[in-house]
């Protein structure tokens, strides 16, 4: 029982200037939405601009308002009845991150995008998606409300549709964005469950609120009940405790999609039929994210069993996709499937309850991922200019590239020190991030025991696959010799490929510079960055039986095991990192017979090439138990309800017939004989009436007679 | 003279006027039909006034239908006239327009 009243807590805070700087935030790419798509030339410049200068607001907020105590804007929307629906805004240090880094490697990507569409003809619509997609990601960033998350989510499930379908001409491309914007869809709707059942317990979405009441929540005899004040009464909902893990999982389900998690991260690597630079944007620092960031916002509504359940699909994830990974041939694609793969970390880490941990690797990824990608899209950009009419090859199959280490020697630096960052070596971002994830995910498994150490190992397993399958690209793509020109049969090709202009190769600079781990503290330890010191974990809500451990507790306990973990992490990365080496260094078998493979023989490199199948199992089983269903569905339309309407319809047109024959012979025979009996009397009558003078003057005169007659006698 | 031989003169001018206004086909011949039985009624009316002891009331009675009959024929002749300007036949057996 609590003494708030909701109505208190749902009304308005006062005027607050920071309004006008959000506006300005979501404003700004809207304006760019709207006007870069009608200009011609000036669309990349224009929309480049207005970036630039959103991230500069970003900036200047990030410096003025970090030490400053959090701001909470709220007002209402609409009301339908009784029932006002509010909007807020929250600026906190978790959001002013967030903005920084949206803002940050959207407007890099803008000025890469310059270089790398400057060919193409639709760029105005590309700089205009881009412009949703950034107005669409800062949404979900600002707003505290989940109805507005969930408008906003929806937002950039489109624009990331749209810039994944934006060579639409290209079957494949299309395909991608339908098979992205489904998947997306099958996570939402779970997401809509999750606003559904804590409306229902608590009648208002604003996320504060639901933080608040969901505090005075209780568990009562298997049940989850909330008392409050509604308008001075006293208001009382109890629903099955059930429903509050059902409410935690089912919001993840909305991370699942977004952030491509196991079962739906399928449309992950297809997604790559976009422009590099989106697949850059979206697909691995920002869109991505957006499921991590919501885990966030929810955390503290969380409960144990939802928990355990993030932890163990981000387990499943991690390794399955580092194992995808391992032999994929397009360059682009082995990215993707790291990408999910660190999702996954990200995902288990919020799962275990690390908090921080999650939203650094968060950081450090999005730089470093956006770093291999743009680099990645420098060497097929690159590429593409080598093709001509007569010699035609995929720019971003690995089996044309090699050795491009002398030809783009910076491009080579971006990334090869981007992949030590993923890889997890010492001095780099992503070993500060992926070790706190890894300490947090062993001291979880430590509380839990049994079973749960398999997830410990599949972690940790993934830190090898991880360090293994970016660096056979490095060695593949950078060491050795040029492929293509064997493969073409024309030596001179290779005469043609250069180093990236310096509007491609400036953003992936920036993005590597900031993958070393210097960026976020002189330490080797990530609690002791800026970024772990400056964010605290929200202390979860929920009852406390239902309460998942708190992590802090966790981690005191395991802290002495932090050196051991530390130390077996940077083993494992070596060791990944040695074994690709050893196995694709110039000169080795697998490198010297790289150009040759076609497809995987051997049944367990199928596995990963494939990606467990699961391509093949969503087309072979789930859609075809679908399409199974909707054809037995189709029969039963078909045969059973239209036949039952056919019957009744012919029923109706027999019984229509016979009611016709009822009136044609009956009814109308009465009619006609009533008209037939008159007619035949008129007929009798009028025959008197001959109009002849003479016969009326001869019929008085004999009636005359006779009337004499009758006199007379 | 016996009235008896009045009283027949006058019912066989008037079986004739009958006779001529039932058989006749031209309209012209039925108004003189006409005429005929009213001239047989003025016999009448001038045989009955012998019974009268002014001996006036029969003739003059006689002398109106006279007029009447004058009358009659006029408006009888303009009726005929006119039809046979409308129809182009004064032939009763074709003027039957009112045949039901």
Redesign the interface.
Known sequence: MTELDLQDLLASTSYDPMIYWILALLGIPVLSFFTSGSMKKLAPSWSSGLLGLNTLIAAYLAFQHWHQPEVLIKAPWFELGDTVFNYSFLIDRLTLIMLVLVNFVSFLVHVYSIEYMRSDKAKPRYFAYLGLFTFSMLGIVVFHNLLFIFIFWELVGLSSYLLIGFWFEKKSASLAANKAFIMNRLGDAGFLVGLMILYTQFQTLDLRVVELLMGFSEIEDGNWVITYLNAGEIVTHAIDSRWLSAAGIALFCGAVGKSAQFPLQIWLPDAMEGPTPVSALIHAATMVAAGIFLLARVFTLLDGQAMEVIAIVGAITAITAAIAALSQFDIKKVLAYSTVSQLGYMTMAMGVGAYNAGLFHLVTHAFFKAGLFLTAGIIIHQLHKLETDEVKFDAQDMRVMGGLKNKMPLTFICFLICALALSGIPAFSGFLSKDAILLNVHAWAIEKGGGYYMFDLMAFATVILTSFYIMRVVFLVFTGSFRLPKLSNSPDIENGLKEGNKWLTTPALILTALSISLVFGFTMNAEHSWFSESLITPLTEVPASFAAPAQAALLASAGDIHAVITAVSIVLALAGLLSAYLLYKPGAKLAERFDEKREPLSPLVQVSFYHWYMDVLYTHVILKFILTQSKMLAWFDEKILDGCVNQLARAQVVLAHLVSMFDRFIIDGFVHLTAYTTGKVGQL??????????TY??SA?AMLILLLLWFAF | MPVEHLLFLGAALFCIGLLVVLTRKNAIAVLIGIELMLNASNINLVAFSHFDPDMLQGQIFALFVITVAAAEAAVGLAIVVKVYQYFQTADLDQLNQLKG
């Open positions: 009558t009028r025959s008197i009436q001959t109009g002849n003078v003479q003057i001869l005169l």
